[in-house]
């Protein structure tokens, strides 16, 4: 009996090549971790290969844990001697050996992303760069993205000639090599590039590839073009080379990835054998059927459907919701349905397109008291940027709160450090003044230069425009002057490489702040900053294990659930606007909504939104996705919701003005209020869990308040206990 009758045929097939070049096309859900450790078992226990002559591939470190401890629960220790490794570690490997060859010792030094742009800033400053658009953490980004592409300072320079920032940025290139060979370091880029670098060495490959005759890569869609290199180079002497993966789920073209290294494999090996796995063991027939029609689109795809011996499965529930707030509402609507039904919280997960989708779902979640967490990233209101500016309007709004103060003392960055602060701070206490007053004299502070006390006076003025100015316009507007006076745009380029998805959630917090001013007439920052401070209290989730999830398509990739919610699947947002400019763009937004269907395991809902809060503006009229379209309508069912009645808007579709809200209030409505209820109608209340709002009606019975999140009616006899006045 063989180790290998444990899969199906395909799997087996695949599994039992291993001389030559083999391509598994493996779809989603098809069993591919398990063919490629029960393919190195085979080629350990039964062929007799040995175990140092394999090396297996692949991205990330959690991937090759898992293959490593499949296999060594197939053929035990001789796992261990099987090089199974992310493709950094493996190149890190080689250079800790080999490194001499290119100029380092073995004990060189990695740089991480803050160690590279420090180099980048030292060099800037010595070049005297002027143009203040020109940050080092962009710069630092541009050198990792060429080192990558393979492009040298001087190739870079011939191309950007005409362009005198591309002329600096060759220049820092050149230089930020210069010191990093010096200082015996390496970057992240340079791990793979100087990899590459060493199998240009003849001996070196020559002995890389005796080591290694036997080569498997997973997920060889996602591949960049130093990989790619790698593991040809290696492969080429005996040419027994595995690629593993599925160009229907090429997702990272925005990291570096080359759909066309798994589209032109065949191309580079011609008598490669190609094994198709498309029985699929994770989702229902009617789920599979949509991801195929989806995918079929795609020029790049190829002749590859997904079956399963599953049962066909309900069908997709496809909604239409008045807006974001609404779909918000539908989807944690559905999961309380499915909860009562018995299912747990942990069925449920909600895969969006971008971080900044996340905060709706968020705040009904908490709302509702159902617990989740955040997968790939952090809960909305937790996020970096967002605790920045949040930080800025608590400072406007209570000059006293010296903890948020000493947040943004240095953002963005004004080169006070810790030890100014302190002096700041001690300078506070001897005076018996508040941070905030301290700064205002900071002339009188001791131990600071003249710059850094013209610096703090310079902060202090500001933050006092800026409270007389909260005092006369609305939240929003105060809130566009913050970031637009403190270049909060500029520090997030210069500092973060996921700057454009920061960006996306500082809109998303300004889209915060207009829709509770739609609700709330005359909305004062006070108001506002404890609104938020309740859908941000989230400590009584921590030790919960039973949770709703939440995260982005991408990082959903390898991962299924049982239930599944596809929210935010309209045009402009999924596929994004760039889609409709290039079609590679187009192609792998396609790619990546066939990777949101394959995550459902037993049920798929797809939501999209008529209007949505862009930019802090109401943008109306939004179309379905494409993909919709695409998904053949006997497989689709329209689902009815519970609609949550929102603050009553025209018949136009928008908000009702503070005027017409007002008329609303009649004499009828005024008549309703029971005696001893201590609120009237249009008076400003708070709820310990909705948050703010405004009465609707009063009678004996209920009361009817208008929350961000809907209007709701709650029983007289505890609306009290739950209610504050403003």
Not at 336 to 360: C, E, H, P, V, W
Request: hydrophobic share 35%; glycine share 6%; charged share 30%.
């Amino acid at each position: 009996m063989s180790i290998l009758d444990k899969l199906n045929d395909k799997q087996r097939e695949a599994a039992a090549k291993i001389e030559g070049a083999l391509l598994i096309l493996a779809g989603a859900g098809s069993g591919k971790t398990r063919t490629i450790t029960y393919r190195i078992a085979h080629m350990i226990d039964e062929i007799g290969i040995s175990p140092y002559k394999i090396l297996a591939v692949t991205f990330t470190n959690k991937a090759a844990k898992e293959m490593k401890e499949r296999v060594e629960s197939l053929v035990g220790e001789d796992a261990k001697r099987v090089m199974i490794s992310t493709f950094h570690s493996f190149g890190l490997r080689l250079l800790r050996v080999y490194g001499d060859r290119l100029g380092y010792n073995a004990n060189f030094t990695i740089y991480d992303t803050d160690d590279q742009k420090r180099v980048a800033k030292n060099i800037m400053k010595d070049l005297v760069v002027k143009d203040k658009s020109l940050k080092e953490g962009l710069v630092a980004s541009i050198i990792s993205k060429l080192k990558e592409d393979g492009i040298s300072p001087d190739e870079y320079e011939t191309t950007e000639k005409y362009n005198d920032n591309g002329k600096i940025v060759a220049e820092v290139y050149r230089r930020y090599n210069s010191v990093l060979k010096n200082n015996n370091a390496m970057d992240f880029s340079d791990i793979l590039v100087n990899t590459d670098r060493l199998l240009d060495i003849p001996d070196v490959l020559d002995k890389v590839q005796e080591k290694f005759r036997y080569i498997m890569v997973d997920e060889y869609q996602d591949t960049n073009n130093i990989q790619y290199k790698i593991v040809n180079k290696i492969a080429k002497k005996y040419g027994n080379i595995c690629v593993v993966g599925d160009e229907n789920q090429s997702i990272y073209g925005f990291r570096g990835a080359n759909i066309q290294n798994i589209l032109d494999f065949e191309k580079d090996y011609p008598n490669a054998t190609v094994v198709k796995l498309e029985e699929n063991y994770r989702s229902t027939s009617v789920i599979l059927d949509a991801a195929n029609s989806v995918i079929r689109n795609n020029s790049s795809a190829r002749d590859k459907k997904l079956w399963t011996k599953k049962t066909v499965g309900e069908k997709i529930t496809v909604e239409g919701c008045y807006d974001g707030r609404e779909e918000a509402g539908f989807v944690v609507g559905e999961i309380i349905k499915g909860k009562a039904k018995g299912a747990k919280y942990k069925d449920f997960t909600i895969l969006y397109r971008t971080n900044a989708q996340s905060r709706m779902f968020e705040e009904k979640l908490l709302r509702e008291n159902i617990p989740y967490k955040i997968f790939g990233g952090m809960q909305f209101y937790q996020r970096a940027e967002i605790k920045d500016i949040v930080a800025y309007l608590a400072v406007i709004n209570n000059t006293t709160d010296n903890l948020n103060l000493a947040r943004i003392l240095n953002v963005p960055k004004r080169k006070i450090g810790d030890k100014t602060v302190e002096k700041i701070e001690d300078f506070a206490k001897e005076q018996n003044l508040s941070l905030f007053s301290a700064l205002g004299r900071a002339n009188e502070i001791a131990g600071l230069s003249a710059n850094l006390k013209i610096t703090l006076l310079d902060f202090y003025n500001m933050m006092r425009e800026f409270i007389e100015l909260s005092e006369g316009i609305n939240v929003s507007e105060l809130f566009d002057t913050i970031v637009r006076e403190i270049k909060y745009s500029d520090y997030l380029i210069a500092n973060y490489e996921d700057y454009e998805a920061r960006k996306e959630n500082i809109e998303e917090l300004k889209n915060s702040i207009v829709e509770l001013e739609k609700v709330v007439e005359n909305l004062t920052l006070r108001e506002y900053l404890e609104n938020i401070s309740l859908v941000s209290a989230t400590d009584n989730l921590e030790d919960e294990k039973d949770y709703v999830k939440l995260m982005t398509i991408h990082n959903s990739k390898g991962l299924e659930f049982p239930t599944v919610f596809v929210v935010g699947v309209e045009e402009g947002l999924f596929p994004g606007s760039r889609a409709d400019f290039d079609s590679n763009e187009l192609e792998e937004e396609r790619r990546l909504c066939y990777v949101a269907i394959t995550r459902a395991e037993d049920k798929l809902y797809m939501t999209y939104a008529k209007s949505r809060m862009m930019y802090g503006n109401e943008d109306w009229g939004r179309e379905p996705s494409r993909f919709l379209d695409e998904i053949p309508k006997e497989l689709i069912e329209r689902a009815t919701p519970v609609v949550t009645e929102y603050v009553p808007k025209t018949e136009k579709g928008s908000f009702i003005t503070e005027r017409a809200f007002k008329k609303m209030i009649t004499i009828e409505d005024l008549n309703k209020t029971a005696k001893n209820f201590p609120y009237s109608v249009g008076e400003k209340v708070m709820h310990k869990k909705f948050g703010l709002g405004v009465v609707k009606a009063v009678n004996d019975k209920k009361v009817e308040i208008n929350f961000v999140d809907g209007k709701r009616e709650i029983a007289m006899a505890v609306a009290e206990k739950f209610l504050t006045k403003y």
